[in-house]
Each structure stands twice: as C-alpha cells, then as structure tokens.
DNA sequence: TTTGTTGTTGTGAATAATACACTTTTGTGC
DNA sequence: GCACAAAAGTGTATTATTCACAACAACAAA
C-alpha cells in the first residue's frame, strides 16, 4: 500500500461497518403479484415476515451477495431480472449495528418451479400477494423498502419491456395484460392495450396457440428488441 | 444485545469495510451546465481531478456524509438538492480495500456565491463544463458516474420541476431555457417551450423585468406545485 | 430615427391517448 | 347438430399532446 494513505487508516480503525443486501422478489402468481417473504429465525425479528437478505461477505459484489442470500433463504437460483433500488444508511437502523442496506428488485418468471425452502436463516419461505401482506419485521422499514420497489415497478413496466421478463416464455397477450392490471392495480382496456403492446414489437407470435376454456388465444414470446432503458440496470 | 446474533458477530469479525459517498455537483454557469471537480491531495489519483467524496463516519449517515466531505473538499454548504444514485459494490474498486461507495447528486442555484477552497483531502476545487471535463482519477470509474448522473439529470428535467432549483431566485424563462439546452444538450424551440412551461404552472412570474441588453424580460420565481414525484429523492 | 438585440405571441399538422361494443372461435351439454 | 358458455379478437371516432414554424413588440445605443 503506497504511502499517503494515513486518513484512510484512521478512519478504518475504532469501529465496524456492515453492508446487507435486501431483495425484493415479485412474481405474477394466479393473476397476482406476488412478493416472496422469509420467515425469520433470529433476532431482530424472530417469527415474524421479512425481505430475504442478509450480509454482504468480503468476497463478494453487492450483487454477488443479493443473489446469494436470495438462493440460501428461499432456493430460488434463477431469476430474470435483477435492479438495484437504493441505499439506506441512517445511523440506527439495525439494533445489531451500523448497518447499511442495499434493496434490490428481483423479477422471477416461472415461480411455480421454484422449491422454496426453510434455511439456516429463515423457518420458511413464502409468497405472497401485494394485497395481502403480512406485518412485517423491521417496524416500517421494509414495508417502505417493498412498496418502494412497487412503485419503481410501476415505472418500469410504463417505459420498458420488463413486464415480459416476469412472463413464463409462452403467453397470451391476455396474460400479459393481466400482470400489467396487478402491476398498476387498475383495469386496461384490451384493444388500447393490444394496439399499445404490438405497436412497441415487445412480444412476437409464434406458432401457436392455448388450448384453454373459450376461444383458443395466440401464444406469444418476448421480443428481441430492447427498449430503451434509462436506469443503471433497468 | 439479545441472543441469537451469532451469526452477525461470526460476519463482523475478520475484515474490514469501508462505505464513501462521492458527490456530483451541477450548476449553470456561463449558460453551460458544470461539474464541481476536486484535485486529490493524496493517492490513488494524486493530483488528479476526481468527483468530491471521502468515507462515512460512524456516527453520521450517508447523506450526512454527502454533504460533510462536499463542505470539507469545496467549501460548499448549502445546495438546494440532493439525491442518491447509486451504490457501487464491485470487490476490487479500489486499491485500497473493500470499499463501496454510494453516489450523490447535487444541485447548486447560485454557484458564484460559494468560495470554493482548497482542504485537507483537495489541493483544489474547481467548476468544469460537461462538455470539456478532464481526465478523471479511479479509472473509468468516475467518469462513469459523472455520465450517469447526467442521464439522471435529464431525466428528472423531463419529469419533474429539479430545473428551477438551479436557478437563481429571480430568472428570466430564456435563462430557464438555456438550461433545458444545456442539460439536454440541444436546442428547444422558444415558444413550444414557453408553452409548456407555463402551462405546467412550475413558475410564477413576479411584478418585476431583468434589465439586459434587448427588450426586458419578465421575471419569474419558482412556483409552489411540486410536481410529481417518482423516485425516493428525486 | 435607425439599428441591434431580445421578448413575446398563435396556428395548423401530425401523432398519441382514450373511450367504447360487437363478432369469432372453441368446448360442452342437451 | 344446436344452443349456450367462455374467452379471444377486432375498428373507429374523439380528444389531447407534440411539433414545426415566423412575425411583431419593446427597449437601448448609436
């Protein structure tokens, strides 16, 4: 280490710093979105709902740490989208610390083949839908941290083409507006939204179509091309 | 503290994390919109210009931080706006240990008021135009963040009325332009925008002309209608 | 009073957003 | 095979919004 760097001995020294990473994971389950939830093993918290996360390690991103925790406290290890949010650094937050915590936003496609598990951390893992939340841990803390990340949703899903992400890799533009009507919790019109969605080219047909109640509907994948995204991950 | 908490003491112990907040700072000077730069006192980057910043305190949070290492490094102390970007988690950043940083911006309506002054951490402080910046220290780093912030910048000029607390308390809607110019870095048609300007009621004019070259202009204040906000700190 | 400089004002075309209801295609039960 | 249920699919008229574009007015300096 080359000289000159006496401050930033000092201010290493006399006191710890630790960095979790919360994640906020949602998900279109039985037209609804969803939000997956640990119930928590230790203090702070005990017994009570909580956004999965945890401490980031010496050896890995933010990101690196995001994913991981998700994996240990819920098995999901695949998921198709992932954003920061924002960084919460007041001084008492934690009674554990100085802690300061990243959220990020999770985007998860086919929930359904998620095994979700007990862990060293949490009893259990849990979806559940946005308008049905539990009281969660942390006092208001990540009640505002999860209606946050709603919130940035919202906005994503008006000027991107993530909506498709949380798709399975077939679906009907039915489908597709009802995920949309649980984002923005309000009903679309179906030929505004249809004209809307194949002007943009998000989604292509493909060769195929459902096969279930009532009229069979065209089958649909996400679109190659990208929209223009103004975020750092977006 | 309660028990429980063993996993928390196991992750405290045996390494150290250290979390900067760096701070871009934007005003309008000379009809150009300008970044506040400071030369590095000690390394890595020794005298080269870098983006204002230094390490949080246990005591303070990461605003508080924000705005303690800008006032240290360039004698600002008051901005009308501040808002985080982004937080950097990569593990091998910096040279000089695991640090994550956490990006700000900030907004400063009367620049030519501020002394800027050289300080422990900066040989010097100084305002560059977007357009002609310097090479900057910590790699690309920085200048990634610098670019980022512009991106941001336009976008809440598009969304929100940020615009007017780079003014100066009493402006003219053509000074008000010239900065939509520079931020965007194109040209706005005049009356289109006057237009929209006032029909979006983000300015109130006051009983009183600016006495310049060519016909007076009218003078204008910020209006009291906030628009509507979206992100966190936006 | 002329010239230079800047502020102020309006209109028409193109595009995008919104509101709104009936027909088509399938499967099922009689 | 006919009536029904269920969901998919489709078009048009109206209203906002955006955009492109140019003449005139107020003042100062010469």
Redesign the pocket.
């Known amino acids: 280490m080359p000289k000159n760097y006496s401050k930033f001995k000092k201010i290493t020294e006399n006191w710890k710093l630790l960095i979790a990473a919360d994640i906020v994971v949602f998900a279109f389950i039985e037209n609804k979105l969803s939000v997956l939830l640990v119930e928590r093993r230790y203090a702070p918290g005990i017994g009570q709902w909580a956004i999965p996360g945890g401490f980031v390690r010496e050896d890995e991103s933010l990101e690196e740490a995001a994913l991981r925790e998700l994996n240990e406290e819920t098995g999901l290890s695949r998921s198709s989208y992932l954003e920061q949010l924002y960084t919460f650094g007041e001084v008492k937050r934690d009674p554990r610390g100085r802690v300061i915590s990243t959220a990020y936003m999770v985007l998860v496609s086919e929930p359904e083949k998620i095994r979700l598990k007990a862990s060293d951390d949490a009893i259990n893992a849990k979806w559940f839908a946005i308008s049905g939340l539990p009281t969660l841990a942390f006092g208001k803390s990540h009640k505002e941290i999860l209606l946050y990340a709603w919130q940035r949703l919202k906005w994503k899903f008006e000027y991107t083409n993530v909506a498709v992400t949380m798709m399975h890799p077939e679906f009907?533009?039915?489908?597709l507006q009802k995920l949309y009507e649980s984002v923005y919790n309000k009903n679309i019109?179906?030929?505004?939204f249809?004209?809307?969605i194949l002007s943009l080219d998000l989604v292509e047909p493909i060769d195929k179509?459902?096969?279930?109640?009532?009229?069979?509907?065209?089958l649909y994948k996400a679109g190659t091309k990208k929209l223009k995204i103004y975020n750092r991950v977006i």
Chains 1, 2 share one sequence.
Do not use: M
């Open positions: 009907t533009l039915t489908e019109d179906k030929r505004n249809r004209k809307k179509v459902s096969q279930e109640l009532g009229r069979p509907a065209q």
